[in-house]
């Protein structure tokens, strides 16, 4: 995390700053690892982003996902609650038409707040389904 914030403060090989929008989204991967993406302005979308110092950073195209199931909750995001949360999402699936859902692994974790406000964080977490890639 540390060195994609670096990136954005200007860490990267033409020294240009690049704003942060929200929300930050955390790829949650099988191996219990995560990727941080962040989506870029859109001044930065038609140009080639500047290159990184360190090659765990670059531009990539996220998947295009047809569906996605959401549940919304406050403060700061852990492992214990994205694990809780994740488990109330796919009990709120049970019994629906979306219930295949419950079965991905393809699931993050949005934070829309910086992280120095400590009250009224908004986060989801997301169960993506229906790839159209």
Known sequence: M???????RGGNRENVN???????LIDILKNSSFKVNLYVA???QKIPLPPA?????????????????VRRFSGFIDDANIA?????LK???????????????AYAAADYNPP??????VNEIILWFGNTD
């Open 2 to 8: 540390n060195s994609l914030f670096n990136y954005i």
């Open 18 to 24: 690049i704003d942060m929008t929200a929300p930050v």
């Open 42 to 44: 859109k001044k930065f």
């Open 53 to 69: 110092y360190d090659d765990r950073v670059k531009a990539i195209k996220l998947p295009v996902y047809n569906f996605a199931a």
């Open 84 to 88: 809780s949360e994740l488990l109330e």
């Open 91 to 105: 009990k709120s699936l049970q019994s629906t038409r979306w219930q295949s859902a419950i079965a991905s692994n």
């Open 116 to 121: 120095w406000q400590l009250q009224f964080r």
